[in-house]
């Protein structure tokens, strides 16, 4: 909820001034956030001036002790609301009594706190209270002038519009005014001094007169005149002829009765104002939360939604016994409807099939889209159904159905992950089920996998592994290794690839595919690269501080160390003489073109970084995608360089891929060269560089490049 909300439900064409006042916490002073034009004349400022200032200033001081007590009694009574009659004071100083209403409206949610005031001028009213007051002051001091006081007493209370009468001790009316007179009868001059109460009421209810009295006479005259006889007129509210009057009496000493009916029609519109403002206040909350639990393009739950669900599952559990299953289901092939036919058939493709999944879904089972092409189902079954698994069944089976966008059909797939309580608890069932969908789009997609005790005790391992990695991580336990690029023209080391492996305390030298996989998952990744990184940097600095033009140093990073801003500063304080370069897969490089990496791209080739793509053919490269990218270098995965001993057609390959970069200005290296067989076919292939087990194994820097060695490049 915010001021605009709050605002944007109170009409600021009232004619009573209007103001809302803000605090964030209970400890905070309110500060006034809005006002009406009608607030603004009858306290003499402008809107600028108003809003910031203190709520409170509008009391007079006088007043100002009387407002606190009230304010502080609303609370302590825990209602929100009260009226009160004061001395309000005006901008330039002058006064006025007004009628002030309070409400105050809270966010349970953020704690934010509101108060909504009415003022009302009441001058009038007042000081013909006042004058009233006045009237009858004067009548007990001039009882014993008699006809001075009854022209003097008829005088004053003729001036008020509120009834005024007095009844003798045998309820015989005494003296009233006009405006009693005309809640009796249209006549002049009736009713006549001496005649009854009861006949009053009957002249009353003939009349109509007694709105609350039509078509139930004979029980609204019992009901008001055991009112009247038990000295109760004020306990009801009568409505006479559209207004509402509240009935005060007053006995004399000599057992008259002085009874006035003061109109409090306005008053009572205010409050019905008030709690219909309050009302439409408290609807505006009920839809603004509901929207905050809700995905805007499919109209399916969000992921607040579904914790919201689950929470709610977790109870029915204890209470019925029943298990919870979440279905998480990922569409295959959406990025290519979006790359192809653009975002309108994508978001036309999740409406689809979001209705697929309201139409499958029991009634009591809960759906949520929680990302771009992600769902979840919550159902509640038995601990032996198998309803979870008949239903990813039917869900992939619907999905995968061609859907119609104007005249042309998107094509998508689902993989779902199924996971259930009691085999997980609860606070773990989400992520479980996405470990299952990992697992049901790794073993083909358009397919179903249940999260089992494989699953559970890989995750409780890998969590094991990751808690390692952090201790690993503060102790420095991260190291780099290096492998040799051989210049397949002069057999001289031009390059050093820098590699990670973990010196494990107990389990000695760990290579990086170990634990790459667990580290990404960990968001670990890159800070592992970033410690090798930095290691390599420094020891490389040192070791080839004699050498003029040392090897280049080519890093090898995951796309968080590439979107890490620390890359950069690392690159820029390396010290280091040589070239360097950075190393990507061809995965990260070509499906991840997306603005942020290819100004980061552009950022690091504008410090000296040479671009390079790792492991090219083992994805989907796009001739597209490396024209636009125009790396420096191409390293052909290790598995395409294999074969290329013993087959022609791998050495074609290979050959073609080398004529690829050479059509567009790309050297292209070979990997996994093994023996001196696999470097005379890439020789004749035209490779410019050359890695594999043939020059070096993966290891420590002395190893792989001693500074004696005769094809380490020095000039």
């Known amino acids: 909820m915010d001021v605009k909300t709050v605002v944007e439900s109170i009409p600021t064409i009232a004619v009573e001034a209007i103001c809302v006042a803000h605090r964030e916490q209970a400890d905070n002073a309110f500060v006034i956030v809005w006002v009406n034009d009608a607030f603004c004349r009858m306290f003499a400022t402008s809107h600028d001036a108003a809003e910031g200032s203190d709520p409170f200033t509008i009391y007079h001081p006088d007043y100002a002790a009387d407002f606190k007590f009230a304010f502080e009694e609303m609370r302590e009574v825990g209602r929100s609301s009260f009226m009160q009659d004061t001395m309000c004071l005006r901008k330039d100083g002058s006064s006025f009594w007004g009628g002030v209403s309070f409400v105050q409206l809270t966010e349970q949610a953020a704690g934010d706190e509101y108060l909504i005031i009415f003022v009302r001028s009441i001058d009038i009213i007042k000081n013909r209270e006042q004058a009233a007051e006045l009237a009858l002051i004067e009548n007990e001091h001039l009882l014993a002038e008699i006809e001075a006081v009854q022209a003097r007493l008829m005088a004053a209370i003729n001036t008020s519009e509120d009834q005024f009468c007095i009844f003798d001790t045998h309820q015989r009316l005494v003296i009233c005014n006009d405006a009693f007179s005309e809640s009796v009868t249209p006549e002049p001059d009736v009713p006549k001094p001496g005649v009854k109460r009861q006949q009053i009421i009957e002249m009353r209810l003939a009349n109509g007169y007694y709105d609350d009295a039509l078509g139930r006479e004979e029980k609204f005259r019992k009901l008001h005149l055991d009112a009247w006889n038990r000295g109760e007129v004020s306990r009801n509210i009568v409505r006479m002829r559209g207004r509402d009057y509240r009935g005060t009496m007053t006995h004399m ?80 092939r959406f990025k290519a409807v979006n790359d192809s036919m653009g975002h309108a058939a994508g978001d036309h493709v999740l409406r689809h099939v979001a209705d697929i999944l309201r139409n499958k879904v029991r009634g009591k089972d809960s759906v949520a889209r929680v990302g771009g092409d992600e769902f979840v189902v919550l159902m509640m079954c038995s601990d032996t159904s198998n309803s979870p698994d008949a239903l990813a069944e039917r869900l992939i089976e619907e999905i995968c159905k061609p859907i119609a966008f104007g005249n042309r059909f998107c094509r998508v797939g689902a993989s779902v992950g199924i996971a259930r309580t009691p085999m997980i608890s609860p606070e773990t069932l989400l992520t479980c089920s996405d470990i299952a969908l990992y697992k049901a789009k790794s073993g083909g997609r358009a397919m179903k996998a249940v999260f089992n005790d494989a699953d559970l005790e890989k995750m409780q391992s890998n969590k094991r592994m990751a808690d390692n990695m952090l201790r690993g991580l503060e102790a420095g336990e991260f190291q780099p290794a290096y492998q040799p690029q051989i210049d397949v023209e002069t057999g001289k080391v031009v390059a050093l690839e820098v590699r990670g492996f973990w010196n494990h305390p107990s389990q000695g030298l760990v290579p990086m595919g170990s634990f790459q996989g667990t580290a990404r998952e960990a968001q670990m ?185 005769p094809n380490v490049r020095s000039g």
Do not use: W
């Open 253 to 332: 000493a000599n057992g008259d009765q002085v009874v006035r009916f003061v109109d409090i029609s306005e008053q009572l519109h205010q409050q019905r104002e008030l709690e219909r403002y309050a009302s439409e206040l408290e609807k505006a909350n009920r839809e603004i939360s509901l929207l905050a639990m809700q995905d805007e393009l499919t109209g399916l739950g969000n992921r607040r939604y579904l914790q919201a669900q689950l929470d709610e599952f977790v109870g029915e559990r204890k209470r019925t016994g029943l298990e919870i299953a979440a279905l998480h289901i990922d569409l295959d």
């Open 525 to 709: 990744d890159f800070k592992i690269d970033a410690l090798v990184q930095r290691q390599a940097f420094e020891e490389c600095r040192a070791y080839f501080a004699c050498i003029p033009d040392p090897p280049a140093l080519s890093l090898r990073a995951s796309l968080p160390r590439l979107m890490d801003d620390d890359l950069l500063k690392d690159v820029t304080g390396s010290g280091y003489k040589g070239r360097i370069a950075l190393g990507l897969s061809e995965t990260i490089f070509l499906e991840e073109e997306n603005s942020a990496v290819l100004d980061r791209l552009e950022a690091l080739r504008a410090l000296g970084v040479s671009i390079e793509v790792d492991n090219f053919g083992s994805g989907r490269a796009s001739i597209f995608g490396l024209r636009r990218l125009a790396p420096d270098l191409l390293t052909v995965d290790a598995r395409l360089v294999a074969p290329i001993t013993t087959s022609p057609s791998a050495r074609r390959l290979v050959g073609s891929l080398v004529e690829i970069g050479a059509a567009l200005e790309i050297g292209v290296a070979a990997a996994g060269v093994e023996t001196a067989t696999h470097f005379e076919h890439i020789k004749k292939l035209r490779c410019v560089r050359a890695k594999g087990a043939h020059f070096a194994e993966l290891g420590p820097l002395t190893d792989v490049c001693p500074l004696t060695q």
